[in-house]
């Protein structure tokens, strides 16, 4: 007799300080010039910094796997806030299964809860998957900056308006 394995399950959740360290482990496998550490202390607390967890669905009680992670905020602008997509990433072995698109969802959902006017991010010029994504949620290229990343890549600034 062969015994099952649990069925698992996506949880998004605001992050916690027992998930920072798996989060700067995705952060220095996504990216060239990562995050330190340091920095996503700095957002713990924030409305905005969600993880996506797996989870056995047998047992919720027990932390999962995390998976990726959105870090957002809104910064006031005369009565309008704007919603800022700072950073955000899924383990590279997990990509192309939609959890990048769950985590964009939901912090659009937090920042429009605080209400964000609109919403902006920086992509790095080329990472089509990326832009693919963004262009899904009805971000467009509002403008370039030059050598925005240590390396020299350009950064596109993409902004989806509000409701």
Request: glycine share 12%; charged share 25%.
């Amino acid at each position: 007799m062969t015994a099952t394995p649990p069925r698992r399950t996506l949880v998004v959740r605001e992050a916690t300080r027992a998930d920072l360290l798996e989060v700067f482990r995705i952060e220095k496998r996504s990216f060239p010039q990562p995050w330190p550490y340091g920095a996503f202390e700095g957002f713990l607390g924030t409305p905005g910094f969600l993880v996506a967890e797996y989870r056995d669905e047998d047992d919720g009680t027990e932390p999962g796997t995390i998976t990726g992670y959105i870090v957002a905020d809104t910064v006031p602008n005369h009565g309008s806030p704007i919603g800022h997509v700072k950073d955000i990433a899924v383990h590279p072995d997990q990509r192309g299964r939609g959890i990048g698109r769950r985590l964009l969802e939901r912090g659009l959902a937090v920042m429009d809860d605080h209400g964000a006017a609109r919403v902006k991010l920086e992509v790095r010029e080329g990472n089509e998957a990326a832009i693919s994504l963004y262009r899904q949620f009805g971000f467009s290229h509002h403008h370039t900056v030059p050598g925005y990343y240590d390396d020299g890549t350009n950064a596109l600034v993409m902004v989806r308006p509000g409701d």
